[in-house]
């Protein structure tokens, strides 16, 4: 089988085998340590903590965190701070001359934005910390759960070890992206939604054939829905427009004339599933902020704000992810470097003059295409709500009914596939999105 075979090809490359081999290995020890439960509290008194966070904004934590969140885990904040500390420091870049500095000086200067990073994710670390800790006894958690008491002690060694469990999960995703394969933070957040979906189907599937608001045909008919809503993420994934590019070559009388005609792939969605990240952390503060406070008000923003699949959640929800594909599509496609790198190769867009003009006109073409693009991802991320109201599917398993889980799975999935179809394809393998033999190395 092609399959079976494109298996025995990664294992002949060394390189690729070691590299997945690093990544299997970090996701297996982030995967047991989402199972370790803080020092000092009784596991098997959580239940009430686990009962709480099943659904709405609460659930969707504990997925991104792979139920560490309501397991009391040393890795209960998961990766989400690292991912507030990215968001803060990309927005500071924009007016922060500093920063500006440092993301013009390349490897050094990113190496530098990555240690500000870092750092921020710890003074993060330290005001979320006591502030899960502090809302356990809200959650569920009885008093009798802590074994070595409430006080002082508990406190301060629990907030050592959840800081230091982000820092090691940060830590984790960083060897994988430099050592394994993919982006490290997406794989880890990844791996904990899909350690969920089993439950949230098998919950859901239970629901149903047990006659609570259906039957086995809406079973059918959800995972049908399921396929074609992850069909349509792997299309807005791939999407791509093709700008023609003709270079202009010397003959040999010295003139210039055509060569052969390239393309310029611009994606319909150049961010990823970044902008579903940096959105999904960006709705946590609502709520939390709204909570300090007693008043009426407050209370109605963080009832609004926890229901995810509520109206003005997902209304801001949307319009976040909208922005956010904008802002990330601006970092990640440099319209005026790809401009210049055209015209120094002698390369030319038919119609368009090389220089500042091309520049320009990628810049239109890219606000084009990422409109309707940053739309369809908003669409996407936002039809869980839609499958609770209108179909009855559970809170629970509506969650992979598109929405940040489903997207990010299908994205983060994808990238790492082309990276391995890479490293297949420069070793002279047939890739693993490629049908045929093996093709021969050339001497």
Not at 224 to 238: C, E, K, P
Not at 389 to 411: E, P
Request: charged share 15%.
């Amino acid at each position: 089988m092609k399959l079976i075979e494109t298996i025995k090809n990664i294992w002949k490359i060394e390189e690729l085998k070691n590299r997945i081999l690093v990544t299997l290995g970090l996701l297996v020890v982030y995967r047991f340590g989402a199972q370790v439960v803080l020092p000092g509290i009784d596991a098997a008194q959580l239940t009430g903590l686990q009962g709480k966070t099943n659904d709405g904004l609460l659930g969707l934590l504990s997925a991104f965190t792979g139920g560490a969140f309501s397991k009391a885990s040393v890795f209960a904040l998961g990766i989400m701070p690292y991912i507030s500390a990215s968001i803060v420091v990309q927005l500071m870049g924009i007016a922060i001359p500093y920063l500006q500095k440092l993301q013009k000086e390349g490897e050094s200067g990113r190496k530098k934005i990555n240690q500000i990073t870092r750092w921020l994710t710890i003074a993060i670390c330290l005001v979320q910390a006591p502030s899960y800790l502090g809302s356990l006894p809200a959650l569920g958690v009885p008093e009798s759960a802590f074994l070595l008491g409430y006080g002082t002690t508990f406190w301060v060694s629990s907030v050592i070890i959840l800081v230091t469990g982000c820092v090691f999960a940060m830590w984790m995703g960083e060897k994988i992206t430099d050592k394994g394969i993919g982006n490290g933070i997406s794989l880890l957040i990844m791996v904990g939604i899909i350690a969920t979906l089993p439950q949230a189907f098998l919950q859901n599937f239970s629901s149903r054939v047990s006659g609570q608001g259906g039957d086995l045909i809406m079973v059918i008919i959800e995972l049908a829905i399921w396929f074609v809503v992850i069909l349509a993420s792997v299309l807005l994934v791939m999407a791509v427009r093709q700008i023609p590019v003709e270079y202009a070559r010397r003959s040999a009388s010295g003139s210039y004339e055509k060569g052969n005609r390239q393309y310029i792939p611009l994606k319909l969605n150049a961010s990823g599933v970044m902008p579903i990240i940096f959105a999904q952390a960006i709705m946590f503060v609502p709520a939390a902020v709204a909570g300090l406070s007693s008043s009426e008000t407050a209370q109605g923003i963080t009832a609004a704000f926890n229901d995810i699949f509520g109206l003005w959640y997902n209304l801001v929800f949307a319009l976040l992810i909208i922005v956010f594909t904008y802002f990330y599509t601006a970092i990640t496609v440099p319209t005026n470097k790809m401009a210049d790198d055209l015209k120094r190769n002698g390369g030319f867009i038919p119609g368009i003059r090389p220089g500042s003009e091309t520049s320009e006109y990628l810049d239109k073409i890219m606000s084009q295409i990422t409109l309707p693009g940053s739309v369809f991802l908003a669409l996407i991320a936002i039809f869980p709500a839609i499958a609770v109201k209108l179909l009855g599917v559970q809170q629970g398993w509506a969650l992979f009914f598109g929405g940040t889980s489903l997207l990010i799975m299908v994205g983060v999935a994808i990238d790492t596939m082309q990276q391995i179809n890479s490293y297949l394809l420069n070793r002279h393998y047939d890739g693993l999105m490629k049908t045929g033999k093996n093709r021969k190395a050339v001497a």
